[in-house]
């Protein structure tokens, strides 16, 4: 066969990690690494949760590099330790970015994180960038690298292009699909 169906979100993610000089890498070896230089290795379809998508997975490895700063893109797994909770307010900035970043598209609850975090995220209010945990302060840091950064115009494309497919998608969903959580901006 010539011809295969993608997902739509699934393509205009992988093409955001492209323009950054990204590799995506299946495996059913990991759930998700960074090599420390050009690949992000991602759990095969196989493995993912019900309401994981590859995008959603990109999406939230974006959010990692933004947190943790031009620094640590050559570091495996950003510098992070993921066999630990040593990094747990890393990781809940990350989701206030992924929030923040979502938000002005109607996206969070479509590309909600699905980690053992997910409480954390769900009960951020509406504006993910404030509050007085921890996380606030690098969270910030990372969402300014996402809105003026070298990557912003990227970022930027992959979520309006999302939310487009959103809205073309949201009112044929059943109401337990991710594409029914879309909030109309």
Same mark, same amino acid.
């Given at each position: ?112 994180? #699905? ?46 292009? #999302? ?23």
């Amino acid at each position: 066969m010539a011809r295969v169906y993608r997902d739509p979100v699934d393509l205009i993610w992988l093409g955001a990690a492209g323009r950054l000089g990204w590799r995506v890498v299946r495996s059913h070896e990991c759930y998700a690494a960074w090599d420390g230089r050009d690949t992000l290795i991602l759990s095969d379809a196989a493995d993912f949760d019900p309401d994981d998508s590859l995008a959603q997975m990109i999406l939230h490895e974006i959010c990692h590099a933004l947190v943790e700063g031009p620094d640590k893109l050559g570091e495996v797994d950003w510098g992070l330790d993921n066999t630990s909770d040593a990094d747990a307010v890393r990781e809940y900035a990350c989701h206030r970015v992924q929030a923040a970043l979502c938000d002005p598209h109607g996206l969070r609850q479509v590309l909600a994180p #699905t980690t053992d975090f997910r409480p954390y995220y769900e009960a951020l209010g509406p504006d993910a960038l404030a509050g007085d945990d921890a996380a606030v302060g690098p969270a910030r840091e990372g969402y300014q690298r996402a809105v003026a950064g070298p990557w912003a115009e990227i970022i930027s494309d992959a979520l309006r292009a #999302t939310a487009a497919v959103a809205r073309a998608v949201a009112p044929y969903a059943s109401p337990h699909s991710l594409w029914a959580r879309w909030e109309a901006r």
